[in-house]
């Protein structure tokens, strides 16, 4: 006899006629397609993971931030390979003619979804899933993003050249001095690097990066899970500078006031400005940090420009 299924619920009818009671083990008959390896593929068909524009980049992170496991179940069913669609069909066909036999099934595809997103929506597949999922976001954070920081060109106006940072600190400038620079201040000259996310100042130590900071706080928050997984494996990553997307995400803020730092011989050179004004983020500087000078800097010409002075602020009081 043949038989036709076109629904979940015939399929459930179907057993109960004849005093079947597996159905709920057999609408997992395929439950071994949910696995890492299958879901890279839905992900890598399904977004083509490769660098584009930043648009586009924007867009596809957005798209998997809201996809769900139910897209999942979809792709498996119309959209992966052809293999892959045979298997499906052929072993739930397989386990009814087990279950019930002496019939010949057919199940359309409609039913096919319906059984399997019957199961795909328990606790522990939506779990991996979402691992894998976030993945993918942290892939998109670290590179679709990277140029979305305002990086403030600082003009040189008096043309004096500055060989290291002891001279840089030990000079009498004023606000909205500028000066060339000749040293290093980034990861292997500066003392320690810092974040400044919405009035916060999150400090790093020495040899730390700005990736590494963001990941201590998570740490210190009792936030482990949250740590982006291209983090945990290290290299690279580490060493360039968190997304805004990434920032916003990890620290719970949206449209948030970013900025990124170096201190080195008591002064701050704060390199990125996001959505805060120098003078705001320079303050704050002068409040919590124990230094004597904030400036304004941008590595692309090696030129800075003076923000506080020291008799506004020393760690919180008026001097």
Not at 81 to 89: A, N, R
Request: net charge negative; aromatic share 14%; with cysteine.
């Amino acid at each position: 006899m043949n038989i036709e299924f076109d629904s979940k619920q015939q399929v459930e009818d179907f057993f109960k006629e004849n005093n079947n009671n597996n159905f709920n083990s057999f609408k997992h008959t395929v439950d071994f397609l949910f696995n890492d390896d299958m879901f890279k593929k839905f992900f890598m068909n399904k977004y083509e993971i490769e660098p584009y524009e930043d648009e586009d980049n924007e867009y596809t992170y957005n798209n998997i931030k809201n996809v769900n496991i139910s897209e999942f179940v979809d792709w498996l069913v119309n959209e992966s390979t052809y293999e892959i669609q045979e298997q499906i069909s052929d072993k739930y066909v397989d386990a009814l003619e087990k279950e019930i036999p002496n019939n010949k099934y057919f199940i359309t595809e409609n039913c096919l979804v319906e059984l399997i997103d019957s199961f795909a929506n328990e606790n522990s597949y939506i779990s991996d899933f979402n691992n894998m999922k976030k993945t993918y976001m942290d892939y998109f954070e670290r590179n679709a993003f990277s140029d979305e920081y305002n990086y403030h060109v600082v003009k040189d106006k008096n043309g004096k050249s500055i060989n290291s940072a002891e001279e840089l600190n030990e000079i009498k400038d004023n606000i909205g001095d500028t000066h060339n620079i000749n040293f290093g201040y980034d990861y292997k000259d500066r003392d320690y690097a810092f974040i400044y996310v919405n009035g916060e100042l999150l400090e790093g130590e020495k040899w730390q990066t700005h990736a590494q900071i963001l990941e201590n706080y998570l740490i210190d928050n009792d936030r482990e899970e949250d740590i982006p997984e291209d983090y945990k494996h290290g290299g690279d990553v580490h060493y360039s500078r968190p997304s805004k997307k990434r920032v916003e995400r990890l620290m719970e803020e949206e449209d948030a006031e970013i900025a990124f730092g170096h201190v080195i011989d008591n002064m701050a050179l704060v390199e990125v400005l996001n959505g805060v004004s120098e003078d705001t983020v320079a303050k704050t500087c002068m409040k919590e940090l124990n230094i004597d000078k904030v400036y304004l800097t941008n590595h692309l010409n090696n030129v800075v420009k003076r923000l506080a002075k020291y008799q506004v602020y020393k760690k919180g009081m008026i001097v």
